[in-house]
């Protein structure tokens, strides 16, 4: 007995010291052997890439670190973009570890987060392509003391009510702004609100990821929304948007008609989820079967021999932007074969190597393995025409609404917040006096000001900063940036390209810089540069080309003073005198790497001068700064993105060894619009022109601001292959696309036309509907609804002015509001009371048709007469659009999530 008592005591003290032992375990980034010892190895050759920058990356390992903080810096260190390497110091990345495990500590919930899911998808500091910043800091601070007393899913959902709080939606360019810029903003586009809304979600210990549609199939657009982990489950949520529950938003139904949902894992991810592509540095996710039906499609490349080609590229293209976009990119394997799971639409199947292809256009639901034989060379002429259907749009799900009452009440009540803050931005009034006390232009000082949002004290501290003599030119820089630079640049930034500009003068020849800050002269001689199309304005080249502190899409940043301190003003004359000696000294000096940059975020010229490594396209902006550095004009080329200088009264491209084209190798194409067409043809909206390299045809960067309208004039294009691409989206989300591939030779001009494929379909009368509810005008002006039908022909929406689908139709209509305005037709606008946003008036959309109302209505009774009507669920699909004439028939009808509408109304207008 006392034996059996010894005994049980004994075992008592070993369970004791066992759990004493497990209580004391320290937690672990990774703690299988195997993995750590990837993990060393990758740390390891990363270490050796970054060598130019090891004490600014590595020192911090000689703090007195755990083991846990050890690991964290290891595995981001192994597998972090270059960009994070050339850019950011250690101490950042060790303050990202030490907070992700300060906020696990913090949480019921971070004890119970495997080690995987932990570190992918709370450690990582980056969620896309983001600046970064320190926001994961700020915001635990903020949520902290809200959240501490829930569950993880009830946390997750109150941290994306304070996300709304502070951001809401507005379209922008496609820069992302990192998540304390979108903080002081107060808006963002989606794949800036995902990306605010995972950073907050992480910074508190909750697993979160962006994903993502890369294209639409039934609309020319993209979106990205939130996928958050709770309790051993994945769900979603729209970012900024929050719901009472999890696994419902405005994008649900058209997730549903989606090819392909993915999200990027950080790191070397082992996990169980399908992985289309798992990559060195990172895995891309497929979770489209989570919102959509799916299906596997099985591909086998040979070639003209019959034989697998084993490393063959595939590419599954899927139409949008007028474009046909590689939404995922396989190699195939030993048997030349890969598979890609996708949705039930249409696809264009492209499998390539070297200057060999062959391509099919297929429909999901009808295949199931197809061969391509890379039997292709490019084409000197070649006419197809292909119909593109996307997958269908299925009955709505049905979803209870329990609580929505009480979740627009708490929007807004969010909404009322953000706008209290938004409030706080300078009035014209007070711009207006801060550009009189400084003798400046008040019209352009009150609009940069505006612009510039939350962001305003950095824009009027860097016009106070300048010189009196030099606040011309700044008000002149603040005119080359977008409204997204003015949001979250800093003053010292622009003050470093005011200040450290060089200007030319005078310039026979070549280009020869004033000093350094001069202001641009009234007058240059016209050997400096060419006038740019359309204008005669040779100060606005020089100010586009030298004074501009935007190259391509990059994050701005200082480094004019930096470089030109760095080179020396022995080699920059020398460069003065021989461009070229720049391009010779980037090839020897930069490292080209094409793999490790793969979130595709530029290094910035700093960056890639301190490392000595560079992507393609980091180099081509680091050439363009250095070249404005030193006074000598330089831009992008419009179509090809290369670099180029203005040099001997013309453009030349910057070599490297690498481009094979020479100014006697150009030719010239005039694009003209059919006059046939129902709208003026818009660059990636209804055409886009592509060269052949490489096995496919690479779309041209044409349509924006810097790069103009290729209809507009001639193009100065190298010989080669192209492809022109039209496409004429109908209201169902189908394609009517033309393929047209041709040949310029050296020195050849050649006339196309762009031509709209139009539909057979004849109109029809979809539904009667008698149009007249009780309205509560917003305006307060007095409606009558019998007196705007009778007009002729009316739009109606039904809206949610708080939702991104709803504010893209404003956007679309207002891109469009001439053609609109002929139509002559009213623009009804109907906000259900309970959805009307706090602070809403019929100003805050502007530029809108002219013939534009916003009424409140008390119910759906509306709604419910047209879902009777049609046969439709449409109460949930906001916005829903329709055509009404004055004889009741509805005509067009639109519901849900779309890009476009805009340009359908003016179709459908034309066709009656």
Known sequence: MKHLTALKYFTFLIILTLFASCAKKE????????????????????????????????????????????????????????????????????????????????????????????????????????????ARIVFFNELKDRIKNLPILDAALEVNHWCHEKVTYKGSDGRTSAPLASLKTAYGRCGEESTFTVTALRAVAIPARQV????????????????????????????????????????????????????????????????????????????????????????????????PEKNATVEFQLYNYAEFYP?????????????????????????????????????????????????????????????????????????????????????????????????????EEQARAFAAALNLDPDKTWKFISRSRGNYEEIEAFLKSADPVQRPTALELLS????????????????????????????????????????????????????????????SNLTSTILNPRIANEMLVAYREFLSKQFGSAFIDEVRQEPANLTNWIRQEIKMVTTENYYNTPLTPVGVYNLRVADEDSRKIFTVA??????????????????EYWFRNQWNLADFGNSGVTAQTNATLILKSDPA??????????????????????????????????????????????????????????????LSFFELKGGETKEMMISLRKSAQAPETIAKLNAVWPVNPIDRNSFDWKQTLANGTTVIGWVDPDKEPSKHIFQDLG????????????????????????????????????????LTIPDLTSLTELEKETGKSLSGQFPVVIMINNESNVTYLSSGYKIGIGEEIIKEAQRK
């Open 677 to 738: 067409n129902p709208v003026q043809p818009q660059y990636e909206t209804h055409y886009t022109l592509a060269r052949f390299a490489g096995g496919k045809y690479n779309t041209l960067a044409y349509g924006y601001d810097n790069f103009g309208d290729p209809l507009a004039g001639p193009l100065t294009l190298p010989q080669g292959h192209y492809l022109l691409v039209t496409g004429n989206r109908m209201p169902g989300g189908k394609v009517l696309a033309s």
């Open 27 to 134: 937690f672990h980034i990774y703690s299988d052997t195997a993995y750590s010892q990837r993990v060393e190895k990758k740390f390891s050759e990363r270490k050796a890439m970054a060598l130019k920058r090891d004490s600014a990356l590595f020192n911090v390992f000689n703090l007195n670190l755990t083991q846990a903080e050890q690991e964290g810096l290891k595995f981001l260190y192994a597998y972090m973009p270059l960009s994070d390497l050339a850019d950011y110091q250690g101490e950042f990345f060790l303050n990202q570890v030490r907070w992700s495990l300060a906020a696990r500590d913090t949480f019921t919930w971070g004890k119970t987060i495997p080690e995987d899911v932990f570190r992918h998808f709370v450690l990582p500091y980056r969620v896309n392509n983001e600046n970064l910043d320190t």
């Open 480 to 539: 080359l940036i977008s409204d997204k630079d003015l949001r979250d640049t800093k003053a010292k930034i622009l003050l470093d390209h005011l200040r450290s500009a060089s200007i030319p003068t005078n310039a026979p020849s070549s280009v020869t810089p004033a000093k350094a800050g001069a202001v641009i002269p009234a007058k240059a001689p016209s050997s400096v540069i060419p006038a740019k199309a359309g204008t005669s304005s040779l100060t």
């Open 327 to 427: 939404i995922s990119v396989k190699k195939a394997d030993e048997k030349g074969q890969c598979s890609f799971l996708t949705g039930f639409g249409d696809l264009v199947v492209w499998a390539r190597t070297d200057d060999r292809f062959g391509f099919k256009k297929i429909t999901v639901a009808d295949t199931d393995t197809l061969t391509i034989t890379l039997d292709q060379q490019p084409y000197t002429a070649l006419n197809l025409e292909y119909d593109l259907v996307p997958p269908i749009q299925r009955e709505p799900l049905v979803v209870t609404d329990d609580c929505a009452d009480k979740n627009n009440r708490m929007l807004q009540h969010e909404d009322s917040i953000r706008g209290a803050y938004e409030s706080t931005f300078r009035t």
């Open 626 to 643: 250095c070249y404005r550095t030193f006074g000598i004009p330089s831009r992008l080329k419009p179509g090809t993105l290369e670099a």
């Open 815 to 854: 891109l469009l509001k001439n053609e609109l305005d002929k139509l002559g037709c009213p623009f009804v606008f109907l906000i259900p009371e309970n959805k009307l946003p706090a602070g809403f008036t019929a100003a805050t959309w502007k530029n809108l048709p002219s013939a534009t109302r916003f």
């Open 212 to 307: 993502y549609t890369p294209r639409w199939a039934h609309s020319d657009d993209n979106h990205a929304w939130v996928e958050f982990w709770a309790d051993g489950k994945w769900h979603y949520l729209g970012a900024c948007e929050p719901d009472c529950i999890p696994d419902r938003g405005w994008f649900t139904e058209p997730a549903r008609r989606a090819m392909l949902i993915h999200t990027k894992a950080f790191g070397d991810y082992q996990g169980g989820e399908r992985a289309e592509n798992r990559e060195t540095n990172y895995a891309l996710l497929n979770t489209l079967s989570t919102y959509a039906p799916t299906k596997e499609i099985h591909v086998q490349v040979i070639n003209t021999d019959a034989n």
